[in-house]
């Protein structure tokens, strides 16, 4: 059975930073490329960024820059370092493993983290 929980959430300035953690178990977390995606009130689920087995990333533009994913393959864990945040980063982040050619998840998602970015 799949899990997958995200941690690291919560409320923060504009401009500031935060790191989100996602911890999936029930894997063999090594072969698959990890995605983080974002759910804003009232909009679909986006893919902001995701990382291959090998290491290489990609983003999406409204985070380029400002966004950096990374894995630990030891702890089964990907990571968002979100730096220079915006309202408009407001969100419900979610993880999972990640079918790069269609940014599709492959598995259910867990019950992902809050951040919220206002004054």
């Known amino acids: 059975q799949v899990q997958l929980v995200e941690s690291g959430g919560g409320l923060v300035q504009p401009g500031g930073s935060l790191r989100l953690s996602c911890a999936a178990s029930?894997?063999?977390?090594?072969?698959?490329?990890m995605g983080w995606y974002r759910q804003a009130p009232g909009k679909q689920r986006e893919l902001v960024a995701h990382?291959?087995?090998?290491?290489?990333?990609n983003y999406a533009d409204s985070v380029k820059g400002r966004f950096t994913i990374s894995r630990d393959n030891a702890k089964n864990t990907v990571y968002l370092q979100m730096a220079s945040l915006k309202p408009e980063d407001t969100a419900v982040y979610y993880c999972?493993?990640?079918?790069?050619?269609?940014?599709?998840?492959?598995?259910?998602w867990g019950q992902g983290t809050q951040v919220t970015v206002s004054s």
């Open positions: 029930g894997i063999i977390f090594s072969i698959y490329a």
């Open positions: 990382i291959t087995s090998a290491g290489s990333t």
């Open positions: 999972n493993p990640v079918r790069v050619a269609t940014s599709s998840p492959l598995f259910s």
